[in-house]
């Protein structure tokens, strides 16, 4: 077992799964299992007990376990054992009666080719429509992976193997092959060029590439969800001598797709912005919730929590603050998202909690925090959900215009924020001096949530503003910053030792 591989699971999981030298263990024991000669007089039933084991481990492991990396070693010794026990003399294993039958001997000569063509097939027609697509589609996408699978062992597997093309010797075919595959692969990266500059410098292609700029830059300033990230908590833009008034942004990535606005009004309010922000981290006190991310994340969350309401205690004790508090609110609560490509991951991990328990908990915790905020005299401006949009904008804005199929209902999103409006409603019952800003009037129409112009659009993805949406938020947040400083001021001028 690599040791690489269980340190890297934890920490880079993507390079870890794609990456050969962490998966080199895998074939390390397939190559033992097919070099090695084994004499043990094994029961009869063993096979079949190895299979069973093979089936518990294929509906047993929890695919989101963060101690997942250290038993991926289990299905793989498992198989090993399995070989070997069926292999050479052991034919009379029970098992080996309907694995050696016509049907499953054809896939299995196949199965390899299917398995390197079936997920592209599957990304590829994702990709084409922008969704997430129903198990009967994926079904019918991977028969169709199964028959281009059974072309490229006809043709391309056999006689590559078995010199089925006697005109060549071997060394020859290789080359030819090798060659034939590197004319194919240029010929086909030129169709696809072909006029590329052109399409890149089109709107539509310049929105579909903004949100890895958006990544980008916002990770610049984010905190990563990685404890000792070495990553400072707060992004604090330069502050000329007439912005005295500390303004802190608190919440996750709904928190920085604002930063663009709210600098832009600095100057106009005489306001120093000062933005902490983590993705997947709620600007909630005592938050403990299950439904984003693992274990290390969860405390990485529950740390950075603790720094950014000290540091806003301490703005306060220094000059009175204005908060800005921004989030996702709906994955918090075990909301299903309106994101089609997040459905199927968010209900299997909705599928594990209590979400009524989410609800309450989350709903308590965001209530304390406002109370607590308030209770130090803090102006409190909480930015309610960012109507959210079924696909990624920019990539359906690419592909179909801002046509009606780019657009979500706007009952779907009235529907998805209605537990959280429910929420905001009573914390302003309860508080208030608290202002609620909720966007939704802004960024929808009557019947549709649109996503924006072809040359600007709103979003970068499917929830978060570009700097062209964010823009459209700024007479309601330059009137609420306004009212929030006309209070402080009011406050100062009623101190007994107020001097103008």
Request: aromatic share 10%.
């Amino acid at each position: 077992r690599s040791v690489i591989t269980v340190w890297g699971s934890t920490r880079h999981p993507t390079a870890t799964f794609y990456l050969p030298v962490t998966r080199a263990w895998e074939f390390g024991v397939g190559a033992l299992a097919a070099v090695l000669t084994v004499r043990l007089q094994w029961p009869r039933w063993i096979d079949t007990a190895l299979l069973a084991a093979l089936v518990a481990c294929l509906f047993g492991l929890d695919a989101e376990a963060i101690w997942l990396p250290l038993y991926t070693g289990v299905p793989a010794l498992l198989t090993a054992a399995w070989l070997l026990h069926t292999s050479g003399e052991q034919t009379g294993a029970a098992s080996t009666h309907w694995l050696r039958s016509r049907w499953l001997c054809w896939i299995g000569e196949r199965s390899y080719a299917w398995y390197l063509l079936h997920w592209p097939f599957m990304v590829f027609y994702r990709k084409y429509y922008l969704e997430d697509v129903s198990t009967l589609e994926l079904l019918l996408v991977s028969l169709a992976a199964l028959i281009a699978a059974d072309a490229a062992h006809r043709w391309i597997e056999r006689p590559a193997r078995f010199g089925s093309w006697p005109s060549f010797r071997s060394n020859t075919r290789l080359l030819s092959l090798a060659a034939a595959a590197t004319a194919g692969t240029v010929t086909v990266a030129f169709a696809l060029g072909v006029n590329a500059f052109e399409r890149q410098t089109a709107p539509q292609w310049q929105a579909a590439r903004a949100f890895d700029r958006w990544v980008a830059e916002a990770f610049q300033c984010m905190r990563a969800a990685a404890p000792n990230s070495g990553q400072p908590g707060a992004c604090r833009p330069s502050a000329t001598a007439s912005q005295t008034q500390p303004l802190l942004l608190w919440g996750d990535s709904h928190a920085y797709h604002l930063v663009s606005v709210l600098s832009t009004l600095a100057p106009q309010k005489s306001f120093a912005l000062h933005t902490w922000s983590m993705g997947g981290c709620p600007p909630v006190l005592g938050y403990r919730g299950t439904l984003n991310g693992n274990e290390n994340e969860r405390r990485a969350c529950t740390d950075f929590i603790g720094h950014a309401h000290d540091a806003i205690v301490s703005s306060q004790q220094m000059s009175p603050t204005i908060v800005v508090l921004a989030a996702r609110w709906e994955p918090y609560q075990g909301e299903l998202p309106i994101s089609l490509p997040e459905r199927a991951a968010s209900s299997r991990r909705l599928a594990k909690v209590d979400i009524q328990t989410e609800q309450a908990n989350f709903a308590g915790a965001l209530l304390a925090t406002t109370k607590d905020l308030v209770s130090r005299d803090i102006e409190v401006i909480i930015v309610a959900p960012i109507p959210e949009q079924r696909v990624f904008a920019p990539d359906c804005s690419a592909r179909f215009g801002t046509a009606e199929r780019c657009l979500t209902p706007r009952i779907d999103v009235e529907q998805y924020r209605k537990s959280t409006l429910t929420l905001l409603q009573s914390i302003r019952s309860q508080t208030p001096s608290v202002q609620i800003i909720d966007p939704i009037d802004t960024l929808c129409g009557s019947e549709w949530c649109d996503i924006g112009p072809e040359n600007a659009l709103w979003y970068v993805d499917d929830d978060h503003l570009s700097e062209h949406g964010a823009a459209l938020l700024q007479p309601a947040l330059a009137g609420a910053i306004a009212n929030a400083q006309s209070r402080i001021a009011q406050r100062l001028s009623q101190r007994p030792n107020h001097t103008q």
